[in-house]
């Protein structure tokens, strides 16, 4: 069984360069490790805004079926986690009325969200430290985006999940991480440039 690990924040903050630096390295140190890019992102490419909370259950069997491929690794590390849809679903919804077929839906995600949670070895919550560049698919502006980043560690929080906050460049934050997984970091030739 996959050893999870989840490195969460919200838009921009170096989730995805983060996955795919530790990636390479704990390859070329020959390590049985596969990633799971986030869903998300993908489904904004193709589908463009997701505009109903319906569609974070659609995110949800999307990141989960990708996640559930990272089984036959010893390592499996993703951008996201699955019960990252809940915390958007929360956000999407603000204070406005509530349906109640939105309110189902929010308690179904809420439900998976906490059966999904203890899947996970270890949560990275990654905090914005490199500012925000607009990507062309992503919505949020930087305000949003931190917003976000408040939403994923008002959840963590209140939920009580084990976490641990990672600061630092792209190789302090890597090297952060190996450690923690009890694993020697190696910096590579051909990952010595600085990476943010």
Request: glycine share 8%.
């Amino acid at each position: 069984m996959a050893k999870r690990i989840a490195v969460l924040g919200g838009p921009r903050c170096g989730k995805t360069t983060l996955i795919q630096h530790l990636y390479v390295e704990m390859k070329i140190a020959g390590l049985n490790v596969g990633y799971a890019l986030e869903y998300s992102t993908e489904y904004l490419r193709d589908k463009g805004m997701i505009e109903s909370i319906a569609e974070q259950y659609g995110i949800y069997l999307g990141q989960k079926r990708l996640e559930d491929q990272l089984e036959e690794f010893d390592y499996a590390l993703t951008d996201y986690a699955t019960f990252v849809p809940y915390i958007y679903g929360r956000f999407m919804l603000g204070n406005k009325k509530r349906s109640k077929k939105e309110t189902e839906i929010l308690k179904d995600l809420y439900s998976l969200a906490l059966e999904d949670i203890s899947k996970y070895d270890h949560i990275i919550f990654l905090p914005r430290e490199f500012g925000y560049v607009k990507d062309g698919v992503r919505w949020q502006d930087e305000g949003l985006a931190k917003q976000v980043d408040e939403a994923i560690l008002t959840f963590l929080k209140s939920e009580n999940i084990n976490f641990v906050e990672v600061s630092g460049s792209t190789k302090e934050r890597a090297r952060k991480i190996l450690e923690m997984l009890g694993l020697e970091y190696i910096e590579t030739k051909e990952l010595c440039e600085e990476v943010k």
